[in-house]
């Protein structure tokens, strides 16, 4: 599967911004999707993932400001993030695991990865 990021932004403190990964194939149905972010100097670092069964987990840091959901009918995955924090400063990258694992907020579970968007909130 292919994954296309787009949708950041540069964007004040408070902001809200909408990311979306389009996925080309068929089976996105079948695969557990993921955000993860990667600020500079630091290493990649989940964000939020929903599962292929529609379970959705999220990075404490992130909980209650961030809404990630999919439509299996466009084979898109979307993370909505509201009340934005310079700290949320990052490229952000969509994922998706075609194993079955359950660490979604593990990294090293997700087989495809975007290119990546950058998103840049000022204080």
């Known amino acids: 599967v292919q994954l296309q990021a787009c949708g950041g932004g540069f964007v004040q403190a408070g902001g809200s911004l909408r990311l979306s990964c389009a996925a080309s194939g068929r089976t996105f149905v079948s695969y557990d999707m993921g955000w993860f972010r990667q600020a500079p100097g630091k290493e990649r670092e989940f964000v939020a993932a929903?599962?292929?069964?529609?379970?959705?987990y999220y990075d404490e840091s992130v909980k209650a400001r961030f809404i990630i959901s999919r439509d299996n009918d466009k084979n898109t995955l979307y993370l909505q993030m509201n009340s934005l924090k310079p700290e949320d400063t990052a490229v952000y990258y969509c994922?998706?695991?075609?194993?079955?694992?359950?660490?979604?907020?593990?990294?090293?579970?997700?087989?495809?990865w975007g290119q990546g968007t950058l998103v840049t909130v000022s204080s």
């Open positions: 929903t599962s292929r069964y529609g379970g959705k």
């Open positions: 994922a998706a695991d075609s194993s079955g694992s359950p660490y979604y907020t593990d990294r090293k579970s997700y087989d495809y």
